[in-house]
């Protein structure tokens, strides 16, 4: 299946980073950085989405990317 997202349309992607080994999600701190980038099918960036890290407490290395 293929994504399609129209100009106007609203965007948030849920992320878990977990470890490959045990399943289990990363921890996400403060000292970490992460950044993402949205691009079209002609290599162009069209959309820097702002990073949401959720509660590690009770969602453990998970963000939402939304633009």
């Known amino acids: 299946m293929k994504a399609l997202i129209k100009i106007g349309d609203s965007f948030a992607l849920p992320v878990q980073f977990y470890d490959t080994a ?16 949205i691009i079209n099918s002609t290599a162009q960036t069209i959309a820097t989405p702002t990073i949401l890290k959720l509660d590690q407490g009770t969602n453990t290395g998970m963000i939402v990317l939304e633009v």
């Not at 045990?22 to 980038?37: H, K, V, Y």
């Open 22 to 37: 045990t399943g289990e999600g990363l921890n996400i701190t403060e000292n970490m950085l992460i950044t993402a980038e």
